[in-house]
Nanobody, 123 residues
Framework: QVQLVESGGGLVQAGGSLRLSCAASGRTFSTYVMGWFRQAPGKEREFVAA????????YYADSVKGRFTISRDNAKNTVYLQMNSLKPEDTAVYYCAADSGLSVDDPRGYDYWGQGTQVTVSS
């Protein structure tokens, strides 16, 4: 079992930055991929970014490429999402997820999810 706790969300103006954190605990040795997804009101959950825990390979949605950076701290069992040049369309609840058995951008492959953290970008 893996527990995930997100933090770092908030309200920011367009063009600003936020850093989200996802602290993992439990059987983290079994974690293969850590991902960030987001869900805006009335929309489906969408892939944002992912990182392979052991080797550090990263993956991004086209909508955030060049603005967001995913990273991990193995010693702290924590994954980060640095979000720069934020836009109003980035407003959503952001979820951390672990252990993808499918493509990294497919939410069905993630077995563990955090509770989510709200990110609101004002224009």
């Amino acid at each position: 079992q893996v527990q995930l706790v997100e933090s770092g969300g908030g309200l920011v103006q367009a063009g600003g930055s936020l850093r989200l954190s996802c602290a993992a605990s439990g059987r983290t040795f079994s974690t293969y991929v850590m991902g960030w997804f987001r869900q805006a009101p009335g929309k489906e959950r969408e892939f944002v970014a992912a990182i392979r825990w052991r080797v550090g390979n990263t993956y991004y949605a086209d909508s955030v490429k060049g603005r967001f950076t995913i990273s991990r701290d193995n010693a702290k069992n924590t994954v980060y999402l640095q979000m720069n040049s934020l836009k109003p369309e980035d407003t959503a609840v952001y979820y951390c997820a672990a252990d993808s058995g499918l493509s990294v951008d497919d939410p069905r492959g993630y077995d563990y999810w955090g509770q989510g953290t709200q990110v609101t970008v004002s224009s």
